[in-house]
């Protein structure tokens, strides 16, 4: 999958924020940024996206963590610098990947966490809806 309507890709809302992510490929590291955020991925701005299926290890600094996350994603879809448009910058659409439940509700509560402090929790509540 390439270059989808972003609203045809994600499934959960995502927060206006920016984090840095740190990741390696081969032999080097890379630093990149999202600005999009869901309790089941991210998006990763890149000039050079991985593969599609491609599994990896990856770490999200957070403002409020003493510690980034580390936290492992797969690629889901990709938008090449050649495919960006004034609408979708180029990178990598990201699925977190999880050891555990207990692990998935550690990054869901993270994520949360990190739109109520962005959007507040009167926002939060209508994107994410009552969960109780």
Known sequence: MTNMDAGERRSTPRAP?????EYKRLNSFFADYTRNISRGGTFIRTERPLEIGTDFIFKLGVPTLDE???????????VTPDQ????????????????????RERVARTVESLMTDSLGPTLV????????
Do not use: C, H, N
């Open 17 to 21: 924020i920016e984090l840095r992510v």
């Open 68 to 78: 980034p996350l580390v936290l492992q994603g797969r690629v889901q879809w990709v």
């Open 84 to 103: 960006a448009t004034s609408d979708q910058e180029p990178g990598m659409g990201i699925g977190f990947v999880f050891d555990s439940e207990a692990d």
């Open 125 to 132: 509540t209508k994107l994410m809806g009552d969960r109780e």
